[in-house]
């Protein structure tokens, strides 16, 4: 549920199996359950499914623009079905990665070498990623 439903801070989950798997399952999960705020979060969230699901094709739009508008902005970007992109190389990526903070975008100073991630956002947070990743790039370059 954290990425078409939104809730990555729920940390909830759903099994959908035949009930072997599920006996299977209840064997070696780890025990921790769900506060009464958590599965009320879930069950609202599950009763506006079609709404929020419906938020997962602006998702899709949205990287794929980034996959296509990162070139133009100077960096390469790694292929993805993710709601995240890989972007670089650069030769100091906590540089970058500090200099987009600096202009309120955070992005993730993780993956190979050189490489940072961005999350996809809303189209909004996306064109202010795009406006502060294009200033830091012709300051590095």
Same mark, same amino acid.
Request: with cysteine; proline share 4%; net charge negative.
């Given at each position: 549920m954290s990425k078409a439903f939104a809730l990555a +801070? +729920?940390? =909830? +989950?759903?099994l959908a199996a035949a009930p072997a798997i599920v006996d299977a399952c209840r064997i070696v999960r780890l025990p921790y359950h769900l506060s009464s705020q958590t599965q009320l979060v879930?069950? *609202?969230a599950l009763r506006h499914a079609d709404h929020l699901l419906g938020? =997962?094709?602006?998702l899709r739009r949205t990287r794929d623009e980034l996959l296509v508008r990162l070139p133009e902005l100077g960096v390469q970007v790694i292929d993805s079905d993710a709601n995240f992109c890989l972007f670089g190389p650069?030769?100091?990526r906590h540089d970058v990665w500090q200099r987009l903070l600096d202009r309120g975008v955070l992005v993730r100073e993780t +993956? %190979?070498?050189g490489w940072l991630r961005v999350s996809v956002g *809303? %189209?909004?947070? *996306?064109?202010v990623f795009y406006e502060a990743l294009a200033e =830091? =790039?012709?300051e590095i370059r």
């Amino acid at each position: 549920m954290s990425k078409a439903f939104a809730l990555a +801070g +729920g940390r =909830v +989950g759903y099994l959908a199996a035949a009930p072997a798997i599920v006996d299977a399952c209840r064997i070696v999960r780890l025990p921790y359950h769900l506060s009464s705020q958590t599965q009320l979060v879930a069950e *609202t969230a599950l009763r506006h499914a079609d709404h929020l699901l419906g938020q =997962v094709d602006q998702l899709r739009r949205t990287r794929d623009e980034l996959l296509v508008r990162l070139p133009e902005l100077g960096v390469q970007v790694i292929d993805s079905d993710a709601n995240f992109c890989l972007f670089g190389p650069f030769a100091d990526r906590h540089d970058v990665w500090q200099r987009l903070l600096d202009r309120g975008v955070l992005v993730r100073e993780t +993956g %190979p070498a050189g490489w940072l991630r961005v999350s996809v956002g *809303t %189209p909004d947070e *996306t064109e202010v990623f795009y406006e502060a990743l294009a200033e =830091v =790039v012709k300051e590095i370059r």
